[in-house]
Structure formats: C-alpha cells, structure tokens
C-alpha cells in the first residue's frame, strides 16, 4: 500500500521534468562530476576561492550579484570562512575584499554624494549605476545578476558550466547577428539564421556576451593551472555557492531530520503493531 | 454514531469546566472515544496528513511574513534574504513552498480515496461539499501565494491567470481591473494577493473545522461502505488511529523532507528565480504542477471563454456527484466495472497533468505529423488532453450516472466484522 503511494507520488512527479525538458533548442548539457552535489556534497574551499577569483576578475566586469555581501564570503561554509573568526565581520579575508571595491555613499557631513571602500556590510558593488548604462555598455543586453544564477536556469550548474565552455566555432550555413555570438547550450531557435537543411536547425542560441574565460586569463593564487576549463569549474562552483549559500548546511541539517524520522516511524510502526494486535483488522 | 457522550469528568477541574465550557468533553468525544471503524486502511490516513499540513503551512507562514516585504521593488530580494540571513530561514521558507505540493499531493489522494469507495455517497454529501469548498480555497490560495515571490513566473502566472476571467462576459473587464487594482498586474496586485494569501489559510481552517464536525455525525466509511452495524466494528479512535495516522504522518514527513533539505527546488521553476519582468514574458508559462491538469483542460478547448468555463467546470462537477453516481454500493470493491473506469479516470489525471506541462504542438509520440484534425495534428498533445477532457467530464457525467443503474455489484459484506472475520480464519 506504502509503495503505491509512494510509486502515485512519484508520477505525480514525473510531470516536473516536462517543462525543464521542453525548453529545447539548445544541446544536452555537459556532464561534470560536482562534489557539491549529492546528499552528502561539499564544496571545496580552494575551489570557491578561485571561482571568486574570476568572478572577480572577469564576470564582475559586467555582471551584478546585488543580493551577495561581503560578509557572506567568510560565513560558514563559504570561500574565506575562518573558524577563527566566529563573526564573518572580523574575517580579516573578507575585510580586505570589501576594501578593494569602491561603493557609492552620501557624505553624512556635507550630503555630497561620495565613493567609499566598502565594508562587509557591503553588497557586491553593481558595474552599473543602473539599467540603461548596463545597457549602453552591452550592445543593448543586459548582463542578468548572478545571485541567484544557479536556481535561476534549469540545469543550474551544469548549464552555467556548459555555457561558458559552450563557445565554439558557428556550422557553416549559420548567418550570426553582428553583435552576438553563437553558444551551443544557449536556449534559443536559430531557424531565421539557418540556411542549411531546415530539418537539421543546429542547437543553441545567439547572446551578446562574447567568450569570456581563456587559458592563463586569471592567476590562480594555488598554482592551480588556470585552463579555461578549469576557470569555468571553478566559477560555476563559486555561482551555486552564492546562489544557496546555505545549502551545506540544509543537507547536513536534512541528514540528522532524515535519521529522526526513521527512528520515529520505525517505533511508530511497533507501537502501531502492539496496540492493534487483539483487534481483527 | 454521534450519540450520547461517554465523557465523564473524573477531576474537580474537569467537572467545573464541564459544566461551564465543555470543550474538554467535546474534545474527548471527537479524538479520543470517537467510534471508527476498525478496517480503515492507510488510504485513510491522508485525512490526518493534510490537517498537519495546514497546520505546518500556517505556522510557516506565519514566521515568512515577518520577514517578508510585499512590494514589487522588495518582494524578491526579500525572499532571498529570508533565504541567506533569517536563521533558519531557508529551512522555513523551502518547507512552506515544498509544503505546497505536498499538500495537494495529500489532497489529490485523498480525494481519489473518496471517489473509490464512495464516500461521498448518502449520507456525507455535506461532507463531500465541504472538501470540495476546502480544495477550491486550497487552489486560491496557492495561486496567490505563488504570487508573492515576484519571479517572472509569479508575475506571468498571474498575468495569464487573471486575464482568464477576463474572457467572461459583460462582467470579465470589471472583475480583471477590480482584481488587479488598476489595469495591469502591479504593486496593488501584489498587495491584495498578499492580504488574501494570509487571509484564506484561516478560511480553509474553519472549514476543516466544519468538515470534521460533518464527519463526526455519520462518522467514517470504509473500505467496505458498509454501515457501521455494531460496536463490534468499530474501535475508539485514540490510540487506535491516533498510532496508525502517526505512523502514517511520519513516513510521509519523510517524503516531505527529502523535498526539503535534498531537493528543495525541484517542483518549483527555474524561471521564478529571475525576478519578475513584465517586459520579458518566459518562453513557456507553466503553473505549478498541481494546477497542470486544470491548465491542460483549458487549453484544450479551443475558444478562451469555453477554456475557462471547462477549467472550473472540471471543478464544479465535484460538487454535484453526489447526485450524479446512481449506485446503491458505495465500495467500488463490490462494483468491478466502475473500478475499470475509476482506474481509467485516474490515468486521464495523470495524463491531463502531463499535457498541462508540454506544449500543445508537441508530437506525443516521436514519429513526427500524422493528419491534420481540426486545427491541430492528431498526434499532438492538444488532442491527447481533448480525449483526457472528455473522459474527465464523461466519467462524471456520462458513466457514474449509468453504470450504477445497469451494473451488476458483487455481493457486499454483512458488516465490517463479516469479511474481517473471514480474512481471520484464511490467516
């Protein structure tokens, strides 16, 4: 009886996979051995170091994370966390990243608007002072924030991982909009651009954002050979981390609920037994 | 069943009280003494499951909205807040949005549960009614909330939503602008689903109360649909069933949990990560899954108005099928033909919800066009969920109807105790 319903909620489930799956156009995703993910996942530190690293380097260039703080770099389970320091504040990493980056204030003194090194209370500084100049600056895209990216496109890591390593040379029979660059993993429909076999339209899409990573464009500060691929990892890391960064702590809180539900179903069961066994049932 | 008390105040507390207000005495008769038949099996226990639902949805609200800031420019980012700054936050909010979906997984089967055995038959048509009134706020409820969050499926989903009833005559432009607050999806939209969001949940808590105080007088069926003929066949519900839902309770926490701390975002979409953009409309607008076999039956029809009137139609003939099934057995264990139906009903469900979540051109079977019928191919997913359709509202209208006046029901059970008996002396 157990199984059915669990077998009833499980097509019911089936259902969810459907939109994900329908978005199409684009080619199936890379494949990529996270170990974040999993029950039992972890990120690793040195990696979302790194991944910070060309965010920082690279991505920020364009691309806000309004809903990130300095602060979050030290707290628990992230990049610069330090059990030393219990407060993410007094995180000395995360001072001292907040005081590369100049944010916008008033001067309490005199009301002028003023430039300041920011703080750990600090957001991320936005490349823009808003939505036309991110524009302006972009052929007329607009860069999405990356807070949330990783829960924000079906595939999440995977598809992050697979569009930055997905920029590869156009089939011939593709007209690319000036302006724009063909990604194989990006969703779109190129049937306009398509003078080919209408039947074979390639996968992918056109976005205005050119190749970003390439082999040695950033330092890694562990000698770790800093190859595209490897930038693309350790970015795509960084972005999930950022976009849950308390998803460590939901699958090691999870494991503990996990195990007390167990507990308590099996003596349920046994109760359940004991106090119907003279009933005919 | 609902006969005289066995209440009997053994404390001097409990005797003031009783003679006063004799709450303790209603609560013993109702959880404690109440007669329940003693072959309910774990079909039943869904009954417990969902009013822990609401109980969870509710307390987890209550805590989300503390924290919460409902305006088109914070609603957002303060979700996502509640996610990275709100001890524990991330574990409140993913519990009340997963906590969504299992209750309408909850619901769903408990529904299915009363159409099999037919509980909804003499005398529990209020009864029925009355869940039917609870599924129907429990769906208001749900929309709005999925509202809140202001990611472009919040945004698009209400666009779509509300402009269905738009399609309604004379009267549509009004309810959409009054719905609205003005003449597009805003920040007054924003607010009112807000308000109503927190509003309905004690509504459905109410009627929970009037639907258990419409069980409580002729009691439960069961699996048989035989009347309770004697104190023989039945058993008090405390500990009886207190145990046995509580073992049920918690193997579907487990369910629940596996959602929560593993796989959190799953029955959610991506797209309502992005924040809402009323310039940008998402290249699939799909509802929440439990919406899809309702999205599947309006598009299945193709002129908006009769979409919409088939969509709460769907609904609405839930709360006539008392009067539609003719048969005199409730238990389609007795009625093998109607079982065959039921069965198929369910399958229609299913394949509803699975045609809510494609797009309508799509080819069902990947062999490419077949022939053109109508206004689309006959192997697209909008002519698999017309078939669904029509047998959705055929089952309702068409085979209960006949079948219970030209089928011929196995023998049914004495009493409760006569098969159970039976069983005893096979073991």
Redesign the interface.
Known sequence: ??RK??A??A??????A???L??GGSAPLREHTWGFEG?FGKFDQAQLQRGYKVYREVCSACHSM??VYFR?LAEKGGPFYDPKYPNPNDNPYAKALAAEAQVPDIDSETGDPIQRPATTADAFPNPFPNEAAARASNGGAMP??L??IA????G?PRYIYSLLTGYVNPPAGLTVTPGSYYNKYF?GDLTASWSGDPKHVPPGGFLAMPPQLADGKVTFDDGTPSTAEQQARDVTAFLTWA????MI???T???G??IY??L??VL??F??RR??RN??? | MSGHSTYEPKTGFERWMDTRLPVIRLAYDSVVAFPTP??L???WTFGGILALMLGIQIVTGIVLVMHYVPHVDHAF?SV??I??DVNYG??IR?MHANGASMFF?AV??HILRNLYYGSYKAPREVLWILGCLIYLLMMATAFMGYVLPWGQMSFHGAVVITNLLGALPIVGESITTWLWGGFAVDNPTLNRFFSLHYLLPFVIAGVVGLHIWALHVPGNNNPTGVNVKSAEDT?PFH??YT??D??AI??F???F??F???N????G???N???ANPLVTP??I?PE?YF?PFYAILRAIPDKLGGVLAMFGAIGVLFVLPWLDTSKVRSMRYRPTAKLYFLIFVLAC?VL??C????PD?HVIPIGSTFQLFDADLNSFVWLSRIATAYYFAYFLIVLPILGLVEKPLPVPESI?AP??D??KKD
Do not use: C, Q
Request: charged share 15%; glycine share 6%.
């Open positions: 009886m157990l319903r669990i009833l909620a097509l019911g489930l089936a259902f969810i459907g939109p994900a329908a978005s029950p309004d809903l979050t999405p924030d807070s949330v829960k924000a496109r079906s999440g969703p976009s849950e960064p308390k702590e939901r699958k809180f999870g494991f609920a996990m539900l167990v308590f179903s349920l069961w109760s359940y106090i119907w009933v005919a049932h | 003693k072959n099996n774990y079909w980012a996502e807040r996610m990275r991330w574990l993913y997984i769903y089967i058993v500990p009886y145990v046995k509580g073992f918690s193997v926490l487990i369910l949990a596996s929560v701390f593993y959190p975002n799953i029955l979409h991506a797209d990560y992005i924040p290249a699939h799909v899954w899809l299913l919800g699975l809510g979540a494609k797009l799509d105790s159970v008996l069983n005893a």
